[in-house]
């Protein structure tokens, strides 16, 4: 008989339990040898949970059992092929369809009466009941010192020290990534801004993600909570898939913001979101157009009339320089929003169009930069997930005071060391597909543009263009409804 072996260890610490992956795989091949069987194949899954059946060597596994390519499956316990009841049914009818046998070294098992099937069924079904029986324990003891205003570990915030101490220059950039927020622009704006004036985060730049998570995240205002919560006051426990309460407790650290700062802006978060927000946003190019006759800013202002024919208020949106508004120093006549929209689009079709092979070139050097990055993205992932695997469990043997209290401290300060050099490893590697080239931008531009609203459009405008200057020869114009007059960008600067 043919035999396939399948091994599966999920945490480092199975290998002083004597779980091994080489501990297994000696055993299993002394049985396989008693028997007169023939390896065919080793399947070993190795950091992966028992949860469920999506882990690649038990996928390979099965590809190859409806390939009728081995006779019967040895495990070392049954424990290492699944602890879901639901998940052992599955495999017992896979076996019995493709006339697989089922064998555990340690166990006797026989699959062929229902006695027998009822025998393995409750071994799998006390296998599940303490897989979360353990979940529970660990997850009651997390909960609890979150409640007493303990962090349960994980990664220091930034702006403070591994020992919750507050770094005050850090303090300080974040309050000024909330005072940003808090003048209209919105998460990529934030970090545009904090990243052109040189105010890192310990020398890696901000991004959307970044600004959006320090806003928002309690820590700030001296709370400490467990999970990231959702819009019905619950979070999702990715380690485990489910939605369960969010739990909070006051920190003893110092808070950067007081709880009303801090409800203030997830007050603001919260309506921007919903759209329920301010009318500034209509105005496009804001911030960054100019005058190409008195070099002035050109500033937005909204006209209101009523159709005579419907009877429905029309709103439109003009530009006019500051120095025409001020004290008529300039004759350069207002534009419409629409005629700014179409000069910038216009321009930029011009570049790409001159462009066009050099973008090519760029595309095909992007993909391939990308690929190798996403690869060493996922590798880290993995690495990631175990890290947070084995401090779960260093907390679980805490919790069963098999470990003490300093022993976990050290080895809770040791996983999350490694966690985050693998964090900035992931955000490092993100980083360096998230600056594509300018020409790639300016590709993307048009289509971004069509689908996006006034508050996106906004921010499109602030992050790609540093200066956009109009002009026309023109002084008095004489509107055409809905046609635009001669006009061009004498000067574009991109960020």
Avoid at 112 to 120: L, V, Y
């Amino acid at each position: 008989m043919k035999a396939a072996i399948y091994i599966r260890v999920s945490t480092d610490m199975q290998a002083e339990e004597g779980f091994s992956v080489e501990g297994q795989r000696q055993k299993l091949a002394s049985y396989a040898q008693s028997q007169d069987w023939i390896i065919f194949d080793e399947y070993i899954d190795d950091g992966y949970s028992a949860k469920d059946l999506e882990r690649p060597e038990m996928q390979r596994l099965l590809k190859n059992m409806e390939e009728k390519k081995f006779d019967v499956v040895l495990v070392y316990k049954l424990d290492r092929l699944t602890r879901s009841v639901g998940d052992l049914h599955k495999l017992l009818k896979t076996f019995d369809k493709y006339g697989v046998k089922f064998r555990s070294s340690t166990e006797i098992f026989e699959t062929t009466t229902a006695m027998g099937r009822f025998f393995i069924t409750l071994v799998g079904a006390m296998a599940e009941w303490e897989r979360g029986t353990i979940s529970e324990r660990v997850r009651f003891g997390v909960e609890q010192m979150v409640r007493e205003g303990k962090r349960p570990g994980g990664i220091i915030p930034y702006g403070y020290t591994q020992d919750e101490e507050l770094v005050q220059e850090e303090a300080e950039i974040i309050r000024e990534a909330r005072r940003l927020y808090h003048t209209g622009l919105g998460y990529m704006s934030v970090a545009f801004q904090l990243n052109s004036r040189g105010l890192l985060r310990r020398g890696r730049e901000w991004t959307a993600a970044t600004v959006e998570y320090t806003l928002e995240n309690p820590y700030y205002a001296g709370i400490i909570r467990l999970g990231s919560k959702t819009s019905d006051g619950t979070y999702v426990n990715s380690k485990r898939d489910e939605r369960v309460n969010c739990i909070y407790g006051k920190g003893s650290h110092k808070p950067i913001f007081t709880t009303e700062e801090y409800e203030e802006t997830k007050d603001l978060m919260k309506r921007r979101a919903t759209g329920g927000y301010s009318k500034n946003k209509i105005y496009w190019f804001s911030g960054v157009l100019r005058c190409g006759r008195c070099g002035a800013a050109m500033f937005g202002r909204l006209t209101t009339k009523r159709s005579k024919k419907s009877g429905e208020v029309v709103r439109t949106q003009y530009y006019i320089c500051s120095n025409k508004h001020a004290n008529k120093s300039c004759s350069m006549p207002t534009f419409r929003q629409v005629h700014i929209e179409h000069l910038v689009n216009e321009y930029i079709k011009n570049i790409i169009k001159a462009d066009s092979s050099m973008i090519e070139s760029e595309m095909k050097s992007l993909t391939t930069k990308q690929i190798d990055v996403e690869d060493s993205v996922q590798l880290a992932k993995k690495e990631l997930a175990k890290v947070l695997k084995r401090k779960e469990n260093w907390q679980f043997m805490f919790v069963e005071g098999l470990i003490s209290k300093e022993d976990i401290r050290k080895r809770i300060k040791n996983e999350e060391e490694i966690e985050q050099e693998l964090r900035r490893k992931i955000a490092e590697s993100k980083n360096n597909i998230s600056g594509l080239p300018r020409l790639k931008t300016l590709m993307s531009y048009e289509e971004s543009w069509q689908i996006a609203n006034d508050e996106e459009r906004k921010e499109i405008v602030f992050t790609t263009f540093e200066k956009i200057t109009v002009n026309t020869n023109l002084t008095n114009v004489k509107g055409v409804k809905n046609k635009f007059f001669d006009a061009y960008i004498d000067e574009i600067k991109f960020n």
